[in-house]
């Protein structure tokens, strides 16, 4: 593949997969923790907290990448503690992460959500009165049931990730190498005249992530539906 | 020996249920609405009541006079519920184990009939089924007190027949203290050692199955049509024509044939519209149960119907006569005479060991 993709293509693909696949893994615990309390709880603030989740869904990406970018950058008070201890990411690949991550964290949130509404709470009533503990209880029972929706919630994060850019761009720019993900790259290639070839190959590897993604995540929500249901082990 | 007291305010109800119960099976009986469940609840520490004393064998589970209240999870309860609940992604052996602080799952195992279906899915079980193993978990998880909430409420009959064996083995050979609530007066009588009746909230009678069942004071908490006596009976003989004999201490009954063997003890159920009265010993008549009585307590209902309490030997036997039929006869209390019951008036699901 590295030989049908230049070198810059293929530098903007192996950024893409680590960004999209960092976003994914560092969300995912909060994702599960948001959509539990979300599923679980009514409080006060339940349709605020909703509505924050979402907002990135809604908000222009550009507003969102600006938001970050004003609370994240170098002159920013959280930015700039972030940078003294060496952990700063604005201009850097795990800003990028950052950006697709909260792009991503409604969908993320949503699929669990779903999975968890689907549970029955009196599984859950019934294992505390077996002695279990509200931790053995949501380590035993909730996560497994809903694992299917963990491993579609994290797939499409996931894809999410991958194509995010209008956040991206606006947080951390297009620095090739550093945070020119796939879908940076194709706008840049797009900005030079020779460039439509390695638009048209990014573009083809967008595609076939994206359905690669979508069929690996059916495929394995299916196979842990059946375990979880299913007949005789 | 179980203590509960509970109040507990609910939105256009009061809960307000005090009880002591002795070792064995307690039912909580009562229409719909009366607030069993709730007590259940309360009891299993899964509602939080206003205010509460709940103790088992001497062990406070909750005292909100002394601000203690133990969790769910510290409670050793065990808790059947009307639907198995059973966990869809775990195997039947995978459930039993669930609760278990260890030891053995063999012996519960046995006695309720499940050894074959250990590696099935909960999915694969029949409703009778997952019941069973639904009680087999709650057992296993060595449970202070077992809290059965209409378990066979949502069975059909043949589950129900499949069912009541093991429940009564419960009661006879695990030794572990059981809150059962019912709104089933067969079931109720097959089971119970202490009747809790229960209505609008409030207790309104407590005591043993057979002093509750044949109290005609109880008998509209029950409904008419369900009241009917305790008696316990034991196995003399199977006779050659298909029925069994039984001496209890009201004299032989004389019975279609049952399944347990001579000496066996049994209860038998008497419904009290199954019992007619007569003032002379009745001749040249098809009923073989005929035993001598006295009337120690007579209700008026508000119907036509009178409900009449009578002693036989020790046992207490309830019949249900027409007011006009009273009067005729002039009941009264002390009233000798004789109950006549039809032996195949009592059915073979009124029958069980004792």
Redesign the interface.
Known sequence: MSGWLGPAEWQAVALSLRVALVATLFSLPFGIAVAYILARYRFPGHALLNGLVHLPLILPPVVTGYLLLLSFGPQAALGGLLESLGLGVAFRWTGAALAAALMAFPLMVRAIRLTLEAVDPKLEEVAGTLGASRLRVFMTITLPLILPGILTGAVLAFAKAMGEFGATITFVSNIPGETRTVPSAIYAFLQVPAGEGAAWRLVIVSVVVAMGALLVSELLARRVAARIGGRDA | MLEVCVRHAFPGFTLDAAFEAPAGVTALFGRSGAGKTSLVKAV?G?LKPDQARICVDGTVLEDTGAGLRLK????????V?Q?P?L???M?VWANLR??M?GGEMGPVVEMLGIGDLL???P??LSGGEAQRVAIG??LL?QPRLLLLDEPLAALDDARKAEILPFLERLRDEAGVPMLYVSHSIAEIARLATTVVAMEAGRVVRVGAAEDVLSDPDVSPVLGVREAGALIRARIARHHADGLTELHGAGGSLWLPRLDQGEGAEVRVRIMAQDVMLSTNPPKGISALNILPVRLTTLRQGDGPGVMVQLLAGDDRILARVTRRSAEAMGLRDNWRGYAVIKSVAVAAENISRA
């Open positions: 299993a899964v769910v999870s510290d409670r050793r309860i065990g808790y519920f639907e609940r966990f869809p992604h195997n669930y609760g602080p590696s099935r899915r999915n694969a978990r709650a998880s």
